[in-house]
């Protein structure tokens, strides 16, 4: 059973940063496309970037220039380093698995103040 524990969020002011840690119990974790996700209220949820096991990246256009995904397989975690914040990146951000999900965990509540 795939569990999904994401933590390092909170209240940052605009022009901040936040470095968020997903801890993930996968069998072969390391051929795994992970990615993060989040979700602002009254919106879907979307994808922000996704790494796969050999590091090749990708970020959504909210992404590009400001956050950086990276993952250490030998301690099965996935991290999003997330600079020049922005209001309108407040929003619960959940790690997955990228090909097909998996049952999503609580997330990590980010919250830009302006």
């Known amino acids: 059973q795939v569990q999904l524990v994401e933590s390092g969020g909170g209240l940052v002011q605009a022009g901040g940063s936040l470095r968020l840690s997903c801890a993930a119990s996968i069998r072969q974790f390391s051929i795994i496309t992970m990615g993060w996700y989040r979700q602002a209220p009254g919106k879907q949820r979307e994808l922000v970037t996704y790494?796969?096991?050999?590091?090749?990246?990708r970020y959504e256009d909210c992404a590009k220039g400001r956050f950086t995904i990276s993952r250490d397989n030998a301690k099965k975690m996935v991290y999003l380093q997330m600079n020049s914040l922005k209001p309108e990146d407040s929003a619960v951000y959940y790690c997955?698995?990228?090909?097909?999900?998996?049952?999503w965990g609580r997330g990590t509540q980010v919250t830009v103040s302006s």
């Open positions: 790494i796969a096991g050999d590091g090749s990246t």
């Open positions: 997955n698995l990228y090909v097909r999900n998996a049952s």
